[in-house]
């Protein structure tokens, strides 16, 4: 079982592609695992070494006691990458992922060769905060499919919603039968890290090559997140996919893994 001890945690990851090929980390948001990730491994992993984790409270990770944070996250990257001998990788962040990304590149910035951002923010708000404390007290009620159906409309976009039932069953299907759910510990802690997250005024130390992407309908992370991002982190490119919500990356993963891969061949071997 790939698990390594990382940063005083047991961390869990999957590892796919050449071992000898440039390394790429993959870092799920609030509640994910490595698994969220399945639409783009195959893709990334034809011309990188592809390293997904289970962050601390979530998949087949440890479930440490006390308060959870960013930068101890971040920490958690850092050392799974020294644990596997790779001294700097692209780095590629979804939502609580992303903000992870942005402290690992702040802290570590020579561990980062690239960095992609997707669906995150430089920091939560009051409605952003609100938002996370009702889907905890749903998911403290202990029914699984409730807890799925309260989440989906604000990962997802409408028309997904609307056109595609059978994703949507399949998310619902997949998500009750899945082994690793998160529980509500770690859930919480997670969330105590999200907000106390902020980067904004440290985001102009970011020096290295830098994607962001943002679903258009996106209600959970709203796209002037992203715009924010771009306008704060030096030479940054900004990618908007229609057609999306916060889960732009899993609703049109073929666009998404276009911009991704095509970003990483431009800045290979910066």
Same mark, same amino acid.
């Given at each position: 079982m790939p698990i390594v001890s990382a940063n005083g945690v047991r961390l869990f990851y999957e590892e796919t592609g050449a071992p000898d090929a440039p390394p790429v980390v993959l870092i799920m948001g609030w509640g994910g695992d490595h698994t969220a990730w399945a639409l783009q491994a195959p893709?990334?992993?034809?011309?990188?070494?592809?390293?997904?984790?289970?962050?601390?409270?979530?998949?087949?990770?440890?479930?440490?006691?006390?308060?959870? /944070?960013? !930068?101890?996250?971040? &920490?958690?990257?850092?050392? @799974?990458? *020294?644990? +596997?001998?790779?001294?700097? $990788?692209?780095?590629?962040?979804?939502?609580?992922?992303?903000?992870?990304?942005?402290?690992?590149?702040?802290?570590?910035?020579?561990?980062?060769?690239?960095?992609?951002?997707?669906? /995150?923010? !430089?920091?939560?708000? &009051?409605?952003?905060?609100? @938002?996370? *404390?009702? +889907?905890?007290?749903?998911? $403290?009620?202990?029914?699984?499919?409730?807890?799925?159906?309260?989440?989906?409309?604000?990962?997802?976009?409408?028309?997904?919603?609307?056109?595609?039932?059978?994703?949507?069953?399949?998310?619902?299907?997949?998500?009750? &039968?899945?082994?690793?759910?998160?529980?509500?510990?770690?859930?919480?802690?997670? $969330?105590?890290?999200?907000?106390?997250?902020?980067?904004?005024?440290?985001l102009g130390e970011i020096r290295v090559p830098t994607l962001i992407t943002t679903g258009a309908e996106d209600i959970l992370v709203p796209p002037a997140n992203s715009r924010q991002l771009h306008a704060h982190i030096p030479g940054s490119t900004l990618h908007t996919i229609e057609d999306a919500g916060h889960l732009h990356f899993i609703e049109q993963a073929e666009t998404f893994n276009t911009v991704c891969v095509e970003f990483l061949r431009k800045h290979r071997g910066a």
């Open positions: 893709a990334f992993a034809a011309e990188h070494r592809v390293i997904a984790l289970d962050n601390r409270g979530a998949g087949q990770s440890e479930v440490p006691d006390g308060p959870y /944070t960013i !930068p101890g996250m971040a &920490a958690d990257v850092a050392g @799974l990458m *020294d644990a +596997l001998g790779i001294r700097r $990788a692209d780095v590629c962040g979804a939502s609580m992922g992303g903000m992870i990304a942005q402290e690992l590149v702040l802290r570590y910035p020579e561990r980062v060769r690239t960095l992609q951002l997707h669906c /995150t923010a !430089p920091r939560v708000d &009051a409605y952003g905060r609100f @938002l996370i *404390d009702t +889907l905890i007290a749903v998911k $403290a009620r202990g029914d699984r499919e409730e807890y799925v159906r309260a989440v989906l409309p604000w990962i997802l976009c409408r028309k997904t919603m609307i056109e595609r039932p059978d994703f949507i069953r399949f998310w619902i299907d997949r998500a009750l &039968a899945y082994p690793y759910p998160i529980g509500l510990e770690g859930l919480s802690r997670q $969330a105590g890290a999200i907000g106390a997250h902020d980067t904004l005024a440290r």
